[in-house]
């Protein structure tokens, strides 16, 4: 370069000349620029603000199903396309035009705008046919023609997908004449489209469950559970259901299912010929309902997708309602009071059919209750996959002021009955691992299972052999049904929940006495008890009056066959656990409002945990559902 007097620089060769005093006075203009913008706070056009991670984190999950505002990604499409006026003044017009450039490569992210728009479109509308369309896309999202442009399972859009699809179908083919909850309506039909025709197709098979007709497809996800601490869900592709199930003429139905049972179902619609373009489409849907139990996915494709369910919804719609809650006091003061169906099975019930490999866990209640006070403890067990595929969960019910032993025979006989019909061959070596969880008097049930009574129980009574005493054969069958146990071989572990071994202190005293006022004993034993009355009255076979004790009677410690089970031991071979709820320290003198520490510890067990600061009814303690829960991942060997 040359420098010149005239203050000039000059490029060599005729390059480019400036002009030094120009580009000075550029320099000035341009630093008072940058001084305005930094020293005076005046924004760039284009920068960054602080802002909070959580008002990030807000924007990023924003989507159109659980808020009023799209997600991020389907807004930066629609920006992308400039078409977010157009979506603001005109929604449809601008799905229309978003719908018309399918085909191109970059479908796949097309897809799910429609979906989630054509979604808030739906709401707004209530138009089924809209709702539809946005399942639609997004079934195409999820399961494209190249399985190589199927989202990965860390791509956010999958699970807003998923969602997208399940409301859809929800709402799309929900039954908007029912009265109260929201059904699904499988019915085939056809459904305008905001593009052409959706056609329901008919389903390739009835379901049938346990024998029985599914009737009245309850959608879960709209309800509100009360009553329970935890809403257990299952993620995956389907509507969860709750349905009712009715008699199927002709078929044999499962007697140890309840009759108002409301089983868990997923509802599924596979779409086939799927068209999202051109000016009519049609697009075939097939419905297909599924035992959510017992199918845990379903094929798409090369695809296996998992199918939501709601185990915590279900059992809850089970209970709502439902007759159990008034058979509790009934049942404990009339004796001939049962649940519907109780008298095919002796007052065993399952909460699904008998599945084969699952080991059997069964349920008894205490006095004055049902089997509604286990729902705390079976939707925590039923929300836990290592227990929920390894156990299945049965329910004894019984007339609670009844006399003990009466009782006990029932459960035994509905156990031995339920065994020997389920698996007549013995080949289910789950059912040989079986698990029985007592509360209270159900505790005393419980342990008779798992004894040896010999005699014992009769010889409490009378030193003349049962077989010289001169009864009629129809009362010499009850008593040996009542008195003379065999342990149960295919139960191994029995777990002890506030059992009053050695009585409960409330049946000692004046409230006992009224308790015992208010049962009214069962018919069959009126009869047997008029012939052991006149036997007591005419011989000294009978070391003491006759009276039929009720069950308050039989946890008095006084009562001689409460003294008989509390000294009859556990058979070899059976684990024993107990838990036991004392209120306050110290432990050695506690006790829970019904029954001391003393009277429910016995011993030998395999583990006795003492919960602190809680009452009488612990079955829905956290720590009593924790124990149970340990318990039975040491049964099943799960680490």
């Avoid at 499988?186 to 025709?197: K, Y």
Wanted: hydrophobic share 40%; glycine share 8%.
């Amino acid at each position: 370069m040359s420098q010149r007097d005239d203050g000039q620089i000059g490029a060599v060769n005729g390059g480019t000349r400036i002009r030094w005093r120009s580009f000075r006075g550029a320099c000035a203009a341009l630093s008072l620029t940058l001084l305005a913008a930094v020293g005076f706070g005046c924004a760039t056009p284009i920068g960054v603000s602080p802002t909070s991670r959580l008002e990030v984190d807000r924007e990023v999950s924003a989507n159109l199903v659980t808020g009023d505002h799209p997600s991020a990604q389907s807004a930066e499409y629609l920006e992308r396309l400039g078409l977010s006026t157009l979506y603001e003044k005109d929604p449809r017009q601008a799905l229309a035009r978003l719908r018309a450039g399918l085909g191109g490569p970059d479908e796949h992210d097309r897809l799910l705008a429609l979906s989630e728009l054509w979604f808030g479109a739906a709401r707004e509308s209530d138009n089924p046919g809209e709702y539809l369309a946005s399942a639609i896309f997004a079934y195409a999202f999820l399961f494209p023609a190249d399985p190589s442009q199927a989202p990965n399972p860390y791509d956010r859009r999958l699970q807003l997908a998923l969602a997208l699809y399940n409301g859809a179908i929800t709402n799309g083919l929900a039954a908007h004449d029912a009265e109260h909850d929201t059904e699904l309506d499988l019915r085939p039909r056809q459904i305008e489209l905001p593009f052409g025709t959706f056609v329901l197709d008919p389903q390739k098979e009835e379901l049938s469950y346990g024998g029985y007709r599914i009737v009245h497809l309850v959608v879960l996800g709209n309800l509100e559970i009360r009553g329970l601490r935890n809403r257990y869900r299952r993620a995956g592709i389907g509507v969860p259901i709750a349905a009712s199930i009715e008699p199927t003429p002709g078929r044999e139905m499962d007697r140890w299912l309840p009759p108002r049972s409301r089983v868990p179902i997923t509802g599924f619609v596979r779409f086939e010929r799927l068209d999202t373009g051109g000016e009519k489409a049609v697009v075939h849907g097939a419905p297909e309902l599924y035992d959510a139990d017992e199918t845990l996915a379903v094929n798409v494709g090369a695809s296996a997708v998992p199918l939501a369910s709601e185990p915590s919804a279900v059992l809850g719609h089970r209970l709502e309602g439902a007759p159990i809650w008034d058979f509790e006091i009934a049942g404990f003061r009339r004796a001939d009071i049962s649940i519907a169906g109780a008298d095919k099975t002796k007052g065993l019930f399952m909460l699904t059919p008998y599945r084969p490999g699952r080991i059997p866990v069964v349920f008894v209640h205490g006095t004055g209750s049902s089997p509604a006070r286990w729902a705390e403890m079976a939707n925590e067990l039923l929300g836990d996959p290592r227990i929920a595929s390894r156990y299945q969960l049965w329910f004894f019910i019984y007339n609670s002021g009844n006399p003990l032993l009466l009782s006990a025979a029932n459960l035994r006989e509905a156990l031995q009955t339920a065994v020997h019909d389920l698996d007549p061959n013995g080949a289910d070596p789950a059912l040989q691992q079986m698990v029985i969880i007592g509360h209270s008097q159900g505790g005393l049930l419980t342990k008779a299972m798992v004894v040896q009574s010999g005699d014992a129980f009769w010889k409490a009574w009378s030193d003349t052999p049962f077989e010289e005493v001169p009864l009629p054969p129809e009362t010499k069958e009850l008593l040996s049904r009542a008195m003379f146990f065999e342990p149960l071989p295919f139960v191994t572990r029995v777990i002890f929940i506030s059992t009053p071994h050695r009585g409960s202190f409330l049946a000692e005293n004046w409230l006992g006495m009224i308790a015992r006022k208010l049962v009214n004993l069962p018919s069959a034993l009126t009869k047997a008890s008029l012939d052991l009355t006149r036997l007591s009255e005419s011989s000294t076979l009978l070391r003491r009056p006759w009276s039929v004790p009720t069950s308050i009677d039989n946890m008095d410690w006084s009562n001689p066959g409460l003294r008989t089970l509390e000294s009859l031991p556990i058979v070899p071979g059976v684990h024993a656990n107990s838990i036991i709820p004392v209120k306050s320290q110290p432990i050695a003198t506690g006790d829970d409002g019904v029954v001391r520490y003393q009277s429910a510890h016995i011993e030998p067990v395999e583990s006795e945990l003492v919960i602190l600061g809680s009452g009488h009814s612990t079955q829905a303690n956290p720590q009593t559902i924790e124990e149970v829960r340990r318990i039975l991942y040491e049964q099943a060997g799960i680490h």
